[in-house]
């Protein structure tokens, strides 16, 4: 399946298809970025559950039963790269006319995962990718909860117009980071990538 990664400067495409330059945001960027909703969302990789008839909590513990109207878990120390599904007019008058089809994403996520070092804070065998799910804050969540590279595929629905496919790469455990993006270069994707103009 080919994904679409939209530029609002033809140079950025370009460097993406000569060099493989990414621009990988950090979650707490989204979350604070206020542009309407294209880009930043504030509950972004915030799982939230919300039944109507509530929640009920058993403590493991000591048994005790606790209850609550909502539920919600974030996933942290990840950045994110993110792309669409989907080539359209829409797609470019959102995010911007110049768009980058890769035919084969595969090759992204195995180049990065490539960069696995042990002086890395960034955590690249453990790359995950996979299309983003636009879910219900009534939808049970499960084991989604405890588990942060299933977050952090995870929006509300109302974003799902945006089909979005996403890259997240985590820090290390024992890494931390206050950086906003982290920059990876994974060679030429000439290849595997072609220039659309909107």
Known sequence: MPLYKYFTDERFANAFIRKGNMRFGSLASYRELEDGGVRGDPKDATLHYEPSEGIEITMVADGRKLSGTSFSSAAQNMFVYCMSSELSLERAAELGPFCVEIADPDTIVARL???????SRLDYA???CGETEYRPNDKIPGADWAVPERVV??????????????????LKPDATSDDECVFVSIGKLG???????F
């Open 113 to 119: 995962r490539a960069r696995a070092t042990e002086a």
């Open 126 to 128: 453990a790359v995950v």
């Open 153 to 170: 595929m995870i929006k509300p629905p109302e974003y799902a117009s945006q089909k979005e496919f996403r890259i997240a790469l985590p």
């Open 191 to 197: 290849g595997i990538a072609r220039l659309h103009r």
